[in-house]
């Protein structure tokens, strides 16, 4: 029993002294051997080269000739669709392209014609009221003169024969007639001028009848719409609508509305859109090489017409903004293009002669400018300060700091100062 524990105690001391070697001699590797060099970065040499700086983006085609055809102008403010050239159609000039239901315009119509009558029937019954009232006043007036007439043939003067009191109501009888005549002549006049104003007041309201009628038939005879040239009819969008409603037969529009476009197809331009990153040598004149989408074999050539002043997005809720351009085509493939069609282009911006051309990636930010890292010796990298040019999204011109025949670091961020094996560690560095 005890040798077997003294045989226990010698193996576990032996395990222990194993274990604490092994330790040790890894400790010492740790101490004295040379550190494991990391990777080394890519490189490249900086060479002098001619560049072409081309300026990539995408759009569609459009005609350079176009004719809006909106809802007309009518006296409601909304019209139901009756029928509609389907978009893409080839219509002649003079061909109906769009009619509208003209069941609103026709209840306007008929409201109208009986206001007008209602204004006519007025107008009738004060004639005629005020003649017969007229008449009336005339009557009397003619009563008054015939009753003054035989006052003054019998009018009391001789005071011999009359007494004080007949004579003086005979006075008073013709005074009374007299003035009774006069009454009526006021109230011939008074009927004259109240007659008239109401007269005016009934042919305003039969004028504004009137006019009122006439602009519901233009407005019928313009429901039917002509076109007004030949062309290809394009929708501005196929659900321009807010509710998402096609255009078709049976939706309401509203007056003023924009339809859609007819387009001449044989005069062709595009419509690109370059990213505000791109856009900083973007100019009118540079040549421009554009493919079509659905034939992507075929190119063709132009130039730029003309460049927005403001960038903008080209969807409503994406915060990326693009500078629409035009590129005005030097041919047109009538078999080919067609509007709408998406397509790619690239903008030659320009010619850089005898410049090197470096990554983007290489130049790093640094303070107020721009540094790339050097090659100094095997695997040790040094940033030396640049002055940047001209340059697409992917290169960028080095105008100073740099010369060719040097050798710099393609991915800056993933280097280190120094890369040589065993290289000690600045003071304040992390263990």
């Known amino acids: 029993m005890k040798r077997r524990r003294k045989l226990v105690r010698t193996l576990f001391g032996v395990l222990t002294l194993s274990a604490l070697a092994a330790l040790a001699v890894y400790a010492g590797r740790r101490v004295w051997a040379p550190a494991t060099p990391g990777p080394s970065p890519l490189t490249m040499t900086a060479r002098v080269k001619d560049f072409a700086l081309n300026i990539p983006c995408q759009g569609e085609l459009q005609s ?77 007036k003619k009563l008054a003169e015939l009753d003054l007439r035989k006052i003054n043939e019998f009018l009391p003067q001789d005071e011999t024969i009359y007494s004080r009191n007949q004579i003086i109501e005979g006075q008073l009888d013709k005074s009374y007639t007299e003035k009774r005549i006069l009454f009526a002549d006021g109230r011939l006049q008074l009927k004259d001028k109240v007659y008239s104003l109401d007269e005016a007041i009934l042919r305003l309201e039969r004028e504004q009848a009137d006019t009122r009628i006439t602009r519901v038939e233009k407005g019928l005879a313009s429901l039917k719409l002509l076109s007004p040239a030949s062309g290809i009819v394009v929708y501005r969008d196929e659900e321009f609508f807010v509710s ?120 790093v930010k640094k303070d107020n400018g721009f540094v790339v890292f050097v090659q100094k010796g095997p695997g040790r990298f040094e940033p030396a300060p640049v002055q940047l040019g001209q340059g697409d999204r992917a290169q960028v011109a080095v105008t100073q700091g740099l010369q060719p025949g040097q050798v710099l670091a393609l991915n800056p961020p993933d280097v280190k100062p120094d890369f040589s094996p065993g290289a000690k560690k600045k003071p304040g560095e992390g263990r």
């Open 64 to 140: 350079t000739e176009s004719v809006a055809v909106a809802v007309p102008v009518v006296p409601v403010q909304r019209l139901r669709i009756a029928s509609v050239a389907p978009n893409g159609r080839r219509v002649n000039k003079g061909d109906v392209v769009v009619e509208f239901d003209p069941a609103e315009l026709d209840v306007q119509m008929l409201e109208h014609r009986s206001d007008l009558s209602m204004v006519q029937h007025r107008l009738s019954r004060g004639e005629l009221a005020s003649g017969a009232e007229k008449t009336d006043i005339r009557k009397e």
């Open 244 to 363: 998402g409603e096609r255009l078709m037969p049976g939706r309401v529009v509203f007056v003023g509305m924009m339809l859609f476009r007819l387009v001449n197809p044989d005069t062709m331009e595009a419509k690109c859109f370059v990213h505000e990153k791109d856009a900083g040598e973007l100019r009118a004149g540079p040549p421009v090489t554009v493919t079509l989408d659905p034939y992507p074999g075929v190119t063709f050539t132009g130039k730029v017409k003309g460049v927005d002043n403001l960038a903008r997005p080209i969807d409503r809720d994406s915060p990326v903004k693009f500078f629409q351009t035009i590129v005005s085509l030097d041919r047109t493939d009538a078999a080919l293009m067609k509007p709408g069609v998406k397509l790619k282009a690239h903008i030659r911006a320009g010619e850089l002669k005898s410049v090197i051309m470096v990554p983007r990636s290489a130049a």
